[in-house]
């Protein structure tokens, strides 16, 4: 139950990370191989930090949104762990509110002691 924990303490290190920009946790977090599918790749298979850190480095996240998991499942497998969830984005712009929710799954991978993420999948 403790390694469940430190996942998902991590996955929201991250997933914060990624909303606040911060491009040192997400290079801290993230393996230099990972890989991915999810709607900007348009249906392909992306390797590597370069399309994420663009993204990251071009983007300013004008009006910051609130962060929920619904359902989290977790499990770790040796050094190997995932993380299927799905990801509630609550915004607060003007006077209203926008919400969205995606489903996510992220694995994880121990390497030299430190837990990295090595695949996700979001759609």
């Known amino acids: 139950m403790e390694e469940k924990q ?8 991250l ?21 991915c599918f999810e709607p900007e790749t348009q249906g392909h298979n992306v390797k590597g930090l370069d399309f994420h850190l663009f993204f990251m480095q ?11 998991l619904v359902d989290p499942v977790i499990n770790v497998y040796g050094d190997t ?4 969830y ?3 984005q609550n915004t607060y712009d003007q ?4 919400i969205k929710s995606v489903n996510e799954t992220r694995i994880f991978n121990k390497q030299d002691g430190k837990w990295k993420l ?6």
């Open 118 to 123: 090595v695949h996700f999948h979001r759609g």
């Open 95 to 98: 006077g209203e509110y926008t």
């Open 58 to 68: 071009n983007s300013k996240v004008s009006h910051p949104y609130h962060i929920e």
């Open 6 to 13: 430190n996942i998902l303490n991590i996955l929201m290190r």
């Open 81 to 84: 762990a995932y993380a299927a």
């Open 15 to 35: 997933l914060h990370g990624i909303r606040d920009g911060d491009i040192e946790i997400y290079k801290e977090l993230v393996s230099d191989k990972l890989t």
């Open 86 to 88: 799905t990801l509630i």
